[in-house]
């Protein structure tokens, strides 16, 4: 077997590997065994798990061998990068009517239920001309460099070296089992 085929048959044992261990990534709510940043208080989203809402992100991993040496992981969904890797969004914008309505029900809701300090969040949100806010999002890697990621490769690796000089050995009569 030439040196070529040898390292594409590798890489792509590595790369079916990878993606069967950073899909998992989704369940087991961790970079492998590093568990991610939990959810801020202030979020509390009714249904799905942590970066499960709708499985789009997950979905839209995608892996290509990219070299005689390396693969590439991509996503077309624009958060990824920034989910991942975790930084820093701040926006700017004017409140909507819709948001506006939203923003007076929550404030009469916690009025009447005694809660004025959050009733007082409502009212500004509802009143504001303009919403400045900077939110910061703690890296949740599911993807990307760890030390099992290496160690999956030089396991692979191995036993492709293992197997490919047991199939030189076979080729030499002295070294055949009979």
């Known amino acids: ?8 048959n590798v890489l792509k044992d590595i790369k079916v590997e990878l993606d069967e261990e950073f899909d998992r990534n989704f369940e087991r709510k961790a970079f492998f065994d590093r568990p991610w940043a939990p959810l801020s208080p202030n979020y509390n989203p009714t249904d799905g798990s942590m970066l499960l809402r709708t ?4 979905r839209s991993l995608t892996s290509r061998i990219s070299g005689p040496t390396s693969l ?29 309505r939203w923003a007076w029900a929550n404030y009469h809701e916690l009025k009447e239920s005694g809660d004025t300090a959050g009733a007082e969040k409502y009212r500004r949100m509802a009143l504001a001309k303009r ?3 900077t939110i910061t999002i703690p890296a949740r890697p599911f993807v990307g ?11 692979i690796a191995a036993e492709h070296t293992a197997k490919a000089i047991n199939d030189e050995m076979r080729k030499f009569p002295k070294y055949r089992n009979h």
């Open 1 to 8: 077997m030439d040196n070529d085929k040898f390292m594409q």
């Open 55 to 58: 499985g789009a992100l997950r």
């Open 72 to 100: 590439t992981y991509s996503s077309n969904v624009k958060y990824a990068g920034l989910m991942n890797e975790g930084g820093t969004v701040r926006q700017d914008f004017a409140p909507s009517p819709k948001m506006r």
């Open 131 to 133: 919403i400045k806010r």
């Open 145 to 155: 460099d760890h030390p099992r990621v290496w160690e999956i490769a030089a396991d």
